[in-house]
Nanobody, 112 residues
Framework: QVQLVESGGGLVQPGGSLRLSCATS????????MGWYRQAPGKQRDLVAT???????AYADFVKGRFTISRDDAKNTVYLQMDSLKPEDTAVYYC??????WGQGTQVTVSS
């Protein structure tokens, strides 16, 4: 059974940081490109960042320089370090394995 479980979300003040984790099971993690997406209320789900099996990374323009995606193949886990958070970063953040498997999401709220 494939499982992707996000954690690390919460409430943070503008300018603060959070580190999201996505622990996976049931997939050969090291062979999958992993991605983080986000969806704000009433909006479409947007790609935030991806990391390939060779650790090539790509970022949406709206997070470049502030967010960092990484992976630990030994732990079957992908991370998203989020710094200099802004209120507009408020959303549910999802991880995705390849083109098929999604996690359940974790809420990130940036507010004073």
């Amino acid at each position: 059974q494939v499982q992707l479980v996000e954690s690390g979300g919460g409430l943070v003040q503008p300018g603060g940081s959070l580190r999201l984790s996505c622990a996976t099971s049931g997939i050969p993690f090291r062979f999958f490109t992993m991605g983080w997406y986000r969806q704000a209320p009433g909006k479409q789900r947007d790609l935030v960042a991806t990391i390939s099996v060779r650790r090539t990374t790509a970022y949406a323009d709206f997070v470049k320089g502030r967010f960092t995606i990484s992976r630990d193949d030994a732990k079957n886990t992908v991370y998203l370090q989020m710094d200099s958070l802004k209120p507009e970063d408020t959303a549910v953040y999802y991880c995705k394995a390849g083109n098929l498997h999604w996690g359940q999401g974790t809420q990130v709220t940036v507010s004073s």
